[in-house]
């Protein structure tokens, strides 16, 4: 279950041997800045441009190109792969070599800062371990509809901000929605703490969110949420659980409050990942469908009203359907020549 793994996979960021390899990349520079929300701008950009980088395909082990591999699926992961997180193993074929290439799927971040390279898995993971190193309260934040990204909380601000390495985005959530066109469902931030549904924080429309949200009963849900929750804030003696306990009500009021509007232009479509495989999933701008986020038919609160009319006109045929069916299974009486009813008179 979802919940389980990145409960685990958040704890390794807590350890010791992960944030000295973490503060051993950044560069001292990025040391330097004391202004929180400066250094995280700075931190992003070095981790895009300079540090990590993108994999659509590995490249072959002997010629070093991806132009003509073959997608063998998963194949077994060894014992390298599961110590270092990667159950998932990506095999594919140089039709022109004839060798196979593997590519794990990490999920240990010392492994990351090694080999500096995945998709978004990989970038947010190694990213939210920069941000644990660095001092932060950092959250792993899994998106349902297949993408993870990273929620740092700013002192300054007292508030969450989202930070997606991979495009680099600073505290633009309705980026996935507006600028992708997702149509997201469930969004649940993970640390070491706390586990928060943030889902609210990323959706234009909460009500058409909810609409989406149809996996699993939302009181069960939310129950087991709060359940974690609970238990991890325990975990923090007296003293931090109030702390956090404040925060997260705090967080509350924010995530159920009004949101300010932000234009359309100021949201771009995804840019991580070759142009290929990001209009394969449906991310390339506002309207297209990503195949895995829900309802292709209901996307705003007009289609909400479009189909609505539909049903009750579909009500109405149906039921001027079934009058005229009754009225023709209505016994009728036989009609009597004319000529009997006058003499009748």
């Given at each position: ?116 390279t995945g998709r978004c898995g990989e970038w ?222």
């Amino acid at each position: 279950m979802k919940f389980e793994t990145y409960t685990e996979q958040v704890l390794q960021y807590h350890e010791e041997l992960c944030k000295i390899v973490a503060m051993s990349v950044v560069p001292p520079e990025i040391h330097k800045i004391n202004n929180q929300v400066e250094q995280l701008n700075a931190l992003l950009k070095w981790f895009k441009n300079d540090f990590f980088t993108w994999t659509n395909r590995p490249n072959c082990l002997r010629c070093g190109t991806n132009n003509n591999l073959q997608e063998l699926g998963h194949v077994h992961p060894n014992n390298e792969d599961r110590e270092y997180g990667a159950s998932r193993v990506e095999g594919y074929k140089c039709l022109d070599c004839r060798i196979i290439t593997r590519f794990p799927r990490y999920n240990s971040a010392v492994k990351l800062f090694e080999t500096r390279t995945g998709r978004c898995g990989e970038w947010a993971n190694a990213f939210t371990a920069l941000c644990v190193a660095m001092g932060y309260a950092a959250r792993l934040v899994l998106d349902w509809t297949d993408h993870v990204w990273t929620e740092v909380y700013i002192e300054e601000w007292q508030r969450w901000v989202h930070c997606d390495s991979c495009e680099p985005l600073f505290d633009k959530p309705l980026t996935y929605e507006k600028g992708w066109g997702k149509q997201l469902t469930y969004i649940v931030a993970f640390s070491n703490q706390e586990i928060v549904d943030v889902t609210r924080r990323y959706v234009i429309d909460p009500f058409m969110n909810k609409m989406r949200r149809n996996n699993v009963n939302e009181k069960w849900l939310a129950d087991l949420v709060k359940q974690r929750r609970e238990m991890l804030w325990d975990m923090q003696g007296p003293e931090m659980a109030a702390i956090l306990r404040d925060r997260y009500f705090r967080e509350e009021k924010e995530l159920f409050g009004d949101k300010d509007e932000v234009a359309d232009e100021d949201y771009l479509p995804r840019q991580s990942g070759s142009l290929e495989w990001r209009s394969g999933r449906g991310e390339m701008g506002k309207g297209v469908m990503d195949s895995t986020a829900g309802s292709a038919t209901i996307k705003t609160r007009e289609d909400v009203d479009r189909v609505m009319k539909d049903m009750h006109r579909e009500a109405a045929r149906a039921k001027q359907e079934e009058a005229k069916r009754a009225e023709v299974a209505r016994p009728q009486l036989p009609e009597r020549p004319e000529a009997e009813l006058y003499a009748e008179a």
